[in-house]
């Protein structure tokens, strides 16, 4: 079977909009166009019933006991900020503690960077060789200023899944807040708020086959009452919390690619897990010393980060030009610093420069994984014939005893 | 990251990778950089009787651009007097290789490794000559 170039293999990036889901938000562009807040006449009336329909959509995707806990913003970078700073700026008087990990996405770190500058106290909790929090750590952390957990629920490099359930019932038992940003997790692996004890969920829309600049934010209104500072001031949308006219078609998008990931998961999780067997199980045919980053067992189907000990990451990509992977290594990072991630689970700094990110996806087919299990194993055995790290190995020389002029 | 024309032809068509024998006392090798940094490169010279470089090797661990500034680093150095090698700056490889800033520190390792071959090759001729 024949593939067709360049392959998508970056779904972590992000995901092509399903052609279900364009059908749906079309007609949202030229026909409905109404504004969801004009209630004066059918075109309003219209927008608005098609955002009560994908506000129910998202609402179910994640298990929220009402519609009303979704509040629509621009993305999951936004959701995180709302959530962090709104509930920090709106406990400040009981208490002025925070706790996430590491290896957040930097929209949530950077938050808390705002907020440290600001006089917040954080603790941030390391990660073990697998990029899972210790809960024991966590419940050490918490105390009686502690306003609010992030913990994630997917990592955007290493897909491993955090133990969500354990961390929203002790949240839940210490009575402090749990946000969890489940931007690579909603429509890949089941999430529940209830049964998860999750306060503040963020989500995005086109990490699951939606556009991109739509996301959401749940807010729980029960058992807690979750309350928030709003960040962005108006005419008093989505309940005070987020103002700005509502993007009709990108809701009417974003609810009908949680009902289709909602609806397909169990399948299609499958599908992607086989497949990720099957490149990954090739590539360790064809390639020795390759090592995978992160757990195996917690991990989302679509990801596969592995290191490709003594090839450079950025000249591997550079390589296997016609498909389309990132790379956590520094060549390929403005900061020319390695990935944080693999860092903070203790990844040495050489492999962590050979990092591959895979993220299959929907659309990915068995003729494009065996395509790029021949690219990328080619690709790989040719740097390794000119790496002369390689070279010291095959001659028996242990590369960490080697006085390297490094600068 | 968009590649020149140059880098890609380099790294596609690697020229002179592979080694020369590092005992041989006419053979100079230089290593520098190290794995953590994520970039290694060993540059190796072949010097004939007559103090011309013959013959040149690499071997890079590294982005696209340390592979391209490596390769052309051993095509530049070949035929040259080891004085004229020394001469061979980093700048005139970002020049010919039209690397963007944030690459520049490759082409620096280029230089670099040139240099430590040459330091070998003449450390060894001393030692012969002891
Ligand atoms: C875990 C995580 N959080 C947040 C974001 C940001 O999402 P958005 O692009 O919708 O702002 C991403 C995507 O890069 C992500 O992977
Ligand atoms: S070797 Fe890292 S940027 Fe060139």
Redesign the interface.
């Known amino acids: 079977m024949s593939v067709q170039l360049p392959i998508y293999l970056d779904n972590h990036a992000t995901t092509r909009v399903d052609p279900r889901v364009v059908d749906a938000m079309l007609p949202y562009f030229s026909t409905h166009y109404g504004n969801a807040a004009s209630r004066t006449h059918s075109f309003g009336r219209t927008a608005e019933a098609a955002v009560d329909v994908g506000r129910g959509q998202l609402a179910r995707a994640i298990g929220a006991s009402t519609d009303k806990e979704i509040v629509i913003t621009s993305g999951a970078t936004e959701s995180d900020n709302l959530a962090i700073k709104g509930v920090a700026h709106m406990l400040r008087s009981k208490g002025d503690h925070l706790i996430t990990a590491v290896t957040e996405h930097k929209a949530v770190l950077d938050s808390h960077h705002a907020l440290e500058r600001e006089g917040f106290r954080v603790t941030w909790l390391p990660v073990d060789k697998e990029g899972l929090i210790d809960l024991q750590q966590l419940a050490d952390a918490i105390t009686d200023q502690t306003l609010l957990v992030s913990i994630m629920a997917v990592n955007n490099e290493i897909g491993v899944v955090q133990p969500l359930a354990a961390i929203g019932e002790l949240c839940h038992k210490r009575g402090v807040l749990f946000f969890c940003d489940a931007a690579q997790a909603v429509g890949k692996i089941p999430l529940d708020v209830e049964a998860m004890h999750i306060d503040l969920l963020a989500f995005t829309a086109h990490k699951m086959y939606g556009p991109k600049g739509i996301g959401a934010l749940y807010v729980r209104r029960k058992n807690p009452r979750v309350r928030l500072e709003p960040m962005m001031h108006g005419g008093g949308h989505e309940r005070g919390l987020r103002s700005g006219t509502l993007a009709v078609p990108l809701i009417v998008a974003f609810g009908e690619a949680a009902r289709i990931a909602t609806e397909e998961m169990a399948e299609e999780s499958k599908r992607i897990l086989a497949l990720r067997h099957r490149l990954h199980q090739g590539l360790s045919a064809r390639v020795p010393q390759i090592f995978l980053n992160g757990s195996i067992s917690e991990r989302t189907p679509g990801n596969l980060n592995l290191s490709f000990a003594y090839v450079e990451g950025e000249s591997l990509l550079m390589g296997i030009s016609d498909i389309a992977v990132s790379s956590g290594s520094a060549c390929t990072s403005s900061s020319l610093e390695p990935s944080y991630v693999l860092k903070a689970m203790g990844v040495g700094d050489e492999l962590a420069h050979t990092s591959i990110r895979f993220g299959i996806g929907r659309f990915n087919t068995e003729a494009e994984i065996d395509y790029a299990i021949e690219r990328v194993a080619d690709v790989v055995t040719r740097l390794r014939e000119m790496s002369p790290l390689w070279e010291m190995v095959q001659e028996g020389i242990d590369l960490s005893s080697v006085n390297w002029a490094g600068h | 990251?968009a590649?020149s024309d140059k880098v890609l032809d380099h790294?596609n068509n690697?020229r002179n990778?592979g080694?020369l024998p590092k005992s041989d006392p006419s053979v100079g090798t230089g290593?520098?950089?190290?794995?953590?940094?994520?970039?290694?490169?060993?540059l190796q010279i072949k010097v004939n009787a007559e103090g011309v470089i013959e013959d040149a090797r690499?071997?890079?661990?590294?982005?696209?651009s340390?592979?391209a500034s490596s390769s052309l680093a051993t095509e530049w150095v070949k035929g040259k007097t080891l004085e004229e090698a020394a001469k061979i700056r980093n700048t005139d490889i970002v020049q010919e290789l039209n690397l963007p800033p944030?690459k520049i520190?490759c082409s620096v390792?280029a230089e670099?490794a040139i240099r430590?071959a040459l330091a070998d090759y003449k450390s060894k001729q001393k030692q012969d000559n002891a």
């Open positions: 990251m590649y790294y690697p990778v080694a290593v520098v950089g190290a794995p953590e940094c994520g970039d290694v490169m060993k690499f071997k890079t661990f590294g982005c696209g340390a592979i944030i520190h390792l670099d430590a």
